[in-house]
Nanobody, 122 residues
Framework: QLQLVESGGGSVQPGESLRLSCVVS????????IGWFRQAPGKEREGISC????????YYMYSVTGRFTIFGDRAKNTVYLQMNRVKTEDTAVYYC???????????????WGQGTQVTVSS
């Protein structure tokens, strides 16, 4: 059974940076696409990034392209989401997801973490 545990959320001001971590246990991360979704209050959950660590390819939703970077550390079996120049609209609960390797946007998540809150406000 795969388990994903997120950390790194918190409160920051607009323009600042934050790094989220997703520690994966139960399987090497290269056996899945690992990605991040988020859900803001009153809004639908949206997929923001997905990493195929073997192919070194990544998907980014348009609104985070150029500001967020996803990357993995095989030795730590961890995937990170580096969030730069955050905006108030980035406020949401962020979830880590593991999806099959044929899901380049991690659209069909098989395993989910419990979520970590990110709040961006001045």
């Amino acid at each position: 059974q795969l388990q994903l545990v997120e950390s790194g959320g918190g409160s920051v001001q607009p323009g600042e940076s934050l790094r989220l971590s997703c520690v994966v246990s139960g399987s090497p991360i290269e056996r899945y696409n690992i990605g991040w979704f988020r859900q803001a209050p009153g809004k639908e959950r949206e997929g923001i990034s997905c990493l195929h660590i073997n192919l070194k390819t990544a998907y980014y939703m348009y609104s985070v392209t150029g500001r967020f970077t996803i990357f993995g550390d095989r030795a730590k079996n961890t995937v990170y989401l580096q969030m730069n120049r955050v905006k108030t609209e980035d406020t949401a609960v962020y979830y880590c997801v593991a999806a099959p390797l044929n899901e380049p946007q991690c659209a069909r998540g098989d395993y989910w973490g419990q979520g970590t809150q990110v709040t961006v406000s001045s």
